[in-house]
Antibody
Framework: EVQLAESGGGLVQPGGSLRLSCAAS????????MYWVRQAPGKGLESISFITSGSYTTHYADSVKGRFTISRDNAKNSLFLQMNGLRVEDTAVYYC?????????????????WGQGTLVTVPS | QSALTQPPSASGSPGQSVTISCTGTSSDVGGYNYVSWYQQHPGKAPKLIIYDVTKRPSGVPDRFSGSKSDNTASLTVSGLQAEDEADYYCSSYAGGNLGVFGGGTKLTV
């Protein structure tokens, strides 16, 4: 069974940093592209970052580009999101998500398996 | 990339069918056959229920179906059941690998 467990969320002051982790089990992380998707309280979904299986390609939403960095350690079956320069508008539940089918590029990429999320709060 | 447009709410009675629309542009929905739909119950993580416009992942009931015409994609839920009450989000490829989501539709049964 595919399982994804996020950790590292919490309360952080504006301008601060957090590092989110995602422990994957039930499958070999090395075979799959991965995503971070966030959801602000009471709002919709926003895909913010993507990484291919071998870390060769990464993508970021404009809203986090230059502040967030996605990385992975396939040997430890772990995905990470380093968040710097946090803003009030970064307050959200952050989901670690595995691609539906494997390593992917372009339109065939689908966030298919989701963790339960970790809450990041940046107070005003 | 602008968000796709969904109606904020939809409703139907048990046993009925309901269709939720998702309108984009020729740069996303209309330009590719890469539309997906997600179901999210309150306090839970989203679940992928449709991909490649019409395909269902293993385990998703065939009461859920997807379609697309020009710049508008649609999700139809047939034979509505109480457990179908949830938020539904569409998503489309729009270049890059992140995709773009709709604003979500709250389905009331």
């Amino acid at each position: 069974e595919v399982q994804l467990a996020e950790s590292g969320g919490g309360l952080v002051q504006p301008g601060g940093s957090l590092r989110l982790s995602c422990a994957a089990s039930g499958f070999a992380l090395s075979g799959f592209s991965m995503y971070w998707v966030r959801q602000a309280p009471g709002k919709g979904l926003e895909s913010i970052s993507f990484i291919t299986s071998g870390s060769y390609t990464t993508h970021y939403a404009d809203s986090v580009k230059g502040r967030f960095t996605i990385s992975r350690d396939n040997a430890k079956n772990s995905l990470f999101l380093q968040m710097n320069g946090l803003r009030v508008e970064d307050t959200a539940v952050y989901y670690c998500v595995r691609d539906l089918r494997g390593d992917c590029m372009g339109g065939s990429c689908y966030p298919g398996y989701w963790g339960q999320g970790t809450l990041v709060t940046v107070p005003s | 990339q602008s968000a796709l447009t969904q109606p904020p709410s939809a409703s139907g009675s048990p046993g009925q069918s309901v269709t939720i629309s998702c309108t984009g542009t020729s740069s996303d929905v209309g330009g590719y056959n890469y539309v997906s739909w997600y179901q999210q119950h309150p306090g839970k993580a989203p679940k992928l229920i449709i991909y490649d416009v019409t395909k269902r992942p293993s385990g998703v009931p065939d009461r859920f179906s997807g379609s697309k015409s020009d710049n508008t994609a649609s999700l139809t839920v047939s034979g509505l059941q109480a457990e179908d009450e949830a938020d539904y989000y569409c998503s489309s490829y729009a270049g890059g690998n992140l995709g773009v989501f709709g604003g979500g539709t709250k389905l009331t049964v």
